[in-house]
């Protein structure tokens, strides 16, 4: 059974930083071909895939809007993701899911096995 804790959400300006982190909890070891990645969804919107990250090669995805700006990282030793959000704006202001999946190369269409809480980004102008 895996869990997903998220943390790092927040209110800031435009223009502004946040960085969000998920932890893992799981038994056993996160395989390697397997990923961990980011969804966001805004109010009256379906949710969509923001990043990705394959948890052995490292490999990283990003949805065209927010590519330069956002950023997906790992700790392996931690079981622990990160997604560094720069030069935020209005329109990305969503509850940001953390996302796990076994084959990381199948995220970006939803293809996710646990889902995380949620954690509210909100970005004022």
């Known amino acids: 059974q895996v869990q997903l804790r998220e943390s790092g959400g927040g209110l800031v300006q435009a223009g502004g930083s946040l960085r969000l982190s998920c932890v893992q909890e799981?038994?056993?070891?996160?395989?390697?071909?397997?990923?961990m990645g980011w969804f966001r969804q805004a109010p009256g919107k379906e949710r969509e895939f923001v990043a990705s990250i394959r948890w052995g090669a490292g490999t990283k995805l990003y949805a065209d809007s927010v590519k330069g700006r956002f950023t997906i990282s790992r700790v392996s030793s931690e079981n622990t993701v990160y997604l560094e959000m720069n030069n935020l704006k209005p329109e990305d202001t969503a509850v940001y899911y953390c996302?796990?999946?076994?084959?990381?190369?199948?995220?970006?269409?939803?293809?996710?096995?646990?889902w995380g809480q949620g954690t509210q980004v909100t970005v004022s102008s």
């Open positions: 799981r038994s056993g070891r996160i395989y390697s071909s397997s990923g």
């Open positions: 996302a796990a999946g076994r084959d990381a190369a199948t995220m970006r269409s939803m293809s996710v096995d646990s």
